[in-house]
């Protein structure tokens, strides 16, 4: 039994506390009824005061007036008091971390794939995107398909180009869905349960439909995260040569400034929040300008993703193997390590099953000691398929311009019911259109012409505790098939490339089977819900 001094509260107080904590009498409790601000000054307060949280509360935080307020009144409990610490710890003393003591939910809308993925750049935030994987892109708000209209672009010499090749985009698009289902429910065997059958063949036509999509495409996204990482994603976004990224960030901090003013106000100082943008600015131009003298043109690739593992440590099993022992050792880590490298291959075996444990699902997964060794990844894939593996934040992922020229794939099944030449001239004239805007001296909006089935380039970095969770979750039978076989690729190139086979045993939930349906169990589960997503759409 665990001794726990119970601290002394008049009954008055006890009825106050009640108003915005949980409980007056237990060591675990949760603040309720507290605005944002006032709760992240408080924790902030907390850390330098021999107070408890709940004497805090009551004595520099409450007024005379809050302490008869009802529950659902709260809205200014404490502001002053909050307001006047964050000025001094935030804005004066460049406390950071203060600023992580809140949350902020915050909906970003009508924004570009291309904006989407700047969007998710922070690592210390949670986001919720509009799919292209559920929900059809054939309605017209306004008259008009769901695609960026940006001024400049418009009023351009190729803006009616533009507009004539994102219309055709979306017509070719918005034809080829009802064919396309058709086609999968007499290509696709008979199931035992046909309404989730009917679900799972629905939602595999969006998966083979969506690379027609343009990157231009406008998506709803959710974010959760701190006021410090918003803070961030505004610098970042005022920095980036995008219009649009430009135009959201303005948005994003007016925002900020209008509902959280004390957690932002280094944003509008010229010698703090201008200082940093400045410096993003400049840093990105002389990076991009430095780039240049080593670039080398770009080449169509054959049918599928090209997936390379191009660096990767030979020593990474005796380090996963040293990091697992380490925390419950007294040795040091070389000490540990240099054992490791002295083991023969049964050995070893048996303590990466030891390390590894007894994995029953593919949730659980093993210890920290995996995270000792990394591997870098050279990717081209289709833009599908990134913006759901660039989702994935334990890892270190950039990735260079859309462009055409690596070409893309048509879909077998879009070539079997007789659509392959209709899909070319779409995408023929979006390429034309990109090169248009190009010549217009407009190459970031070019992008907005690259299709999500057009092939980029870009570069993963992450350690075997990351690569498990994430191939094992993009190989499941619900994931799209275009990130599966990369998913595939990376595992057998652990596996045989760097030779780290046990690293690759105890892997032991990756989907290498071929599946029809994809998504035919996970309706089942859901109950038949169209709108259910799986697991394979998230991290």
């Not at 077998?412 to 090169?435: C, F, L, P, S, T």
Request: contains cysteine; aromatic residues 8%; charged residues 25%.
């Amino acid at each position: 039994m665990i001794s726990y001094f119970q601290e002394p509260f008049t009954n008055d107080e006890q009825a106050t506390l009640l108003q915005y904590v949980s409980n007056v009498d237990e060591p675990v409790f949760m603040l309720t009824h507290l605005p944002q601000a006032t709760a992240a000054a408080l924790f902030a307060r907390y850390s330098r005061s021999p107070k408890s949280l709940r004497r805090l509360l009551l004595d520099e935080f409450l007024t005379e007036g809050d302490r008869i307020h009802e529950s659902d009144a709260g809205d200014a409990v404490g502001m002053e008091r909050a307001t006047d610490l964050f000025r001094r710890v935030l804005s004066d003393y460049g406390d950071d971390s203060v600023a992580q003591l809140a949350m902020v939910q915050i909906a970003c809308e009508q924004v570009s794939q291309l904006l989407a993925k700047q969007l998710e750049w922070g690592r210390l935030a949670a986001y919720l995107e509009q799919s292209t994987r559920y929900i059809p892109y054939t309605d017209k708000p306004n008259g008009s398909y769901r695609y960026v209209r940006d001024g400049a672009v418009i009023s351009s010499p190729a803006g009616e180009q533009y507009v004539a090749a994102m219309d055709k985009l979306f017509d070719t698009y918005s034809a080829i869905l009802p064919e396309l289902r058709t086609h999968l429910e007499h290509a696709v065997p008979e199931a035992e349960d046909a309404k989730a059958r009917s679900v799972a063949i629905r939602a595999l036509a969006l998966d083979i439909a969506r690379a027609l999509l343009p990157a231009g495409t406008v998506s709803n996204v959710g974010i959760c995260a701190t006021p410090q990482a918003l803070e961030q994603m505004v610098y970042r976004l005022r920095a980036h040569p995008l219009p649009e990224a430009k135009y959201y960030g303005d948005r994003i901090a007016a925002s900020l400034t209008a509902t959280i003013p004390s957690f932002v106000s280094r944003i509008a100082r010229p010698e703090r929040g201008g200082a940093w943008q400045e410096y993003l600015a400049d840093r990105d131009d002389a990076v991009r300008k430095a780039a240049s003298a080593f670039d080398a043109p770009q080449a169509p690739l054959g049918e599928g993703p090209s997936i390379r593992l191009v660096d990767w440590d030979p020593d990474g099993e005796a380090r996963v193997l040293a990091g697992s022992l380490y925390s419950a050792s007294a040795r040091s880590f070389d000490g540990l390590l240099a054992d490791m490298r002295e083991l023969d291959a049964e050995r070893t075996r048996e303590l990466f099953q030891t390390v590894t444990g007894e994995r029953r699902n593919r949730r659980h997964r093993p210890g920290r000691g995996f995270e000792y060794t990394s591997y870098t990844f050279d990717c081209i894939s289709d833009f599908g398929a990134f913006r759901d593996l660039q989702r994935h934040r334990m890892l270190t992922i950039q990735w260079q311009k859309l462009t055409p020229a690596f070409g893309y794939d048509v879909p077998q099944e879009v070539v079997a019911i007789g659509w392959e030449q209709a899909w070319r001239d779409a995408v023929g004239q979006a390429e034309k259109a990109y090169e248009a805007l190009v010549d217009a001296g407009l190459p970031e909006q070019a992008q907005y012409c690259v299709t999500l089935g057009h092939k980029m380039r870009y570069s993963m970095q992450l350690n075997a505790r990351e690569a498990l969770h994430m191939i094992e979750l993009r190989t499941s039978p619900q994931g799209h098939a275009s990130y599966r076989r990369i998913c595939q690729a990376m595992f057998d190139e652990i596996a045989n490339t760097a030779k780290h086979r046990n690293i690759a045993e105890a892997m032991k939930f990756v989907g290498m089977e071929d599946v029809h349906l994809p998504r035919y169990h996970e309706a089942v589960r859901s109950g038949h819900d169209h709108a259910a997503v799986p697991a394979g759409e998230k991290e």
